[in-house]
């Protein structure tokens, strides 16, 4: 759960890295003040976190895009003359609230959506008809703004990552409209000024796109880059680290694994499983997809992983409550596989703890080969139908309720804001990121 946790606060780390790259658009002061965040990046994650304690953040402090945002000249044609658009901007792009994020770390996928509550489209216009001419300038704005995309990192051949295009979408709830100088032509070409709205933003819409593609997608890949680590093209990067963690559960000495004993009246049997084995927690790997989520200003985690066939032996002991019959031997058993989905969560603000919202285990089918049972046939089918189910409670009061508190206590003892501060002045060493796997 350390791990998760550290991985965490890397991605945390690494997004306030992208967001220090630089919009080829942006202005000259929003460059400059982009190479002094590169010189310090610890204090810039500081401005982070302070940013996200707030209890609705707006934007991001610093981040590269421009606002105001140039947009190219635009010409439109009616069917009785034609309108120019000259100087115009957009205004607002910075004014965004986190809706949702939604990261499949496994799958190296992210879909963000963002909302800004309004865009204002200001510039010049000249409209020249066959009889007549107007021009002044004139606001569009867009209100209740939704912006989407998806963005996915790929191995190349030589190992290291890469961004792919990113697809994004933008919409809008409402438009209004005010153009200045029409004089008495405002109510004879109302029909053309109502279509000049969503000629606008038709318009836009691909300038603006394509500038955040290109430019979102050189930042991503230029800070990735930096990653000295080289991956394999076969498996997913997390895929990788899980194979890591299997070698150090291994190297703890949980493979096997030793459960406690147990003991528990069933009828009028007393049944005692003593010196029980399970070979094979090692084999654990991803089963489901891992997922970030972002959602009121929290991130949420779903982890779901699960082992191969286990094997594991116990010594039995049965006897009458009486104690006129007892019954000693031993078994192998197989459990088919053992599953784990933990589901964790840390706000944004990172003077709240991390939290662990729930944990399921789930065992599959479990069969037994016995030795000792004797030739009473009422043992034998107690043995057989009994024994299987008390190994199962045995092995989930064992592991489960470990599980539980090992994580709980790993949770309370982070420090989220003081781990994040501590780590990212790594990243003023130029060669903070040569030592990546110790930071994990």
């Not at 606060?9 to 000259?28: I, S, W």
């Not at 703890?252 to 009828?267: E, M, Q, R, T, W």
């Not at 094979?280 to 489901?288: A, D, N, P």
């Amino acid at each position: 759960m350390m791990d998760w946790i550290r991985i965490q606060c890397l991605v945390f780390v690494l997004n306030v890295c992208v967001r220090t790259g630089n919009l080829q658009e942006a202005p000259p002061n929003i460059r400059n003040q982009n190479l002094e965040a590169e010189k310090k990046l610890s204090e810039y994650v500081n401005v982070i976190i302070e940013h996200y304690k707030q209890t609705e953040p707006v934007g991001i402090p610093g981040a590269p895009i421009p606002d105001p945002l140039s947009i190219p000249p635009m010409n439109q044609s009616f069917s009785i003359g034609r309108m120019n658009f000259k100087d115009v901007e957009l205004y607002g792009l910075k004014k965004f609230k986190i809706d949702h994020v939604v990261a499949d770390v496994a799958a190296m996928k992210v879909e963000a959506a963002l909302v800004i509550d309004k865009l204002d489209i200001v510039g010049n216009y000249t409209l020249n008809t066959w009889f007549s001419s107007a021009k002044g300038n004139f606001t569009v704005k867009l209100t209740h703004v939704f912006i989407k995309a998806m963005a996915t990192l790929e191995v190349q051949r030589n190992g290291s990552l890469e961004a792919q295009a990113i697809d994004m979408d933008i919409t809008f709830k409402e438009m209004a409209m005010d153009f200045k100088g029409l004089g008495f032509f405002a109510s004879m070409f109302q029909g053309v000024v109502n279509s000049v709205g969503s000629f606008m933003f038709d318009s836009i819409k691909p300038f603006i796109l394509s500038e955040a593609n290109s430019n979102v997608r050189n930042d991503i890949n230029k800070q990735v880059s930096k990653l000295p680590q080289k991956f394999p093209n076969s498996i997913s990067p997390f895929d990788e680290l899980v194979a890591e963690a299997r070698k150090k559960v291994r190297a703890l000495g949980y493979d096997p694994f030793k459960i406690a004993d147990y003991n528990n009246s069933v009828g009028v049997f007393d049944v005692y499983l003593m010196h029980t084995w399970l070979y094979g927690l090692s084999s654990f790997h991803r089963t489901k997809d891992i997922v970030f989520e972002i959602r009121n200003n929290t991130v949420h985690a779903l982890l779901e992983v699960g082992t191969q066939k286990l094997l594991g032996t116990t010594h039995w002991e049965i006897s009458l409550i009486t104690e006129l019959l007892t019954r000693v031997g031993t078994a192998s058993f197989s459990v088919e596989y053992i599953g784990v989905q933990i589901n964790a969560s840390q706000a944004m603000d990172t003077r709240k703890p991390p939290s662990l919202d729930d944990i399921q285990l789930e065992l599959g089918n479990i069969q037994m080969r016995f030795d000792g049972l004797g030739t009473a046939d009422y043992l034998i089918e107690f043995g057989v139908n009994v024994l299987p189910n008390l190994i199962r409670y045995q092995i989930m009061d064992a592991i489960e309720r470990p599980i539980k508190l090992k994580i709980q206590e790993e949770l309370d003892k982070i420090n989220v804001e003081e781990f994040i501060r501590t780590n990212s002045e790594k990243l003023d060493d130029p060669n903070a990121l040569a030592d990546l796997s110790n930071f994990l």
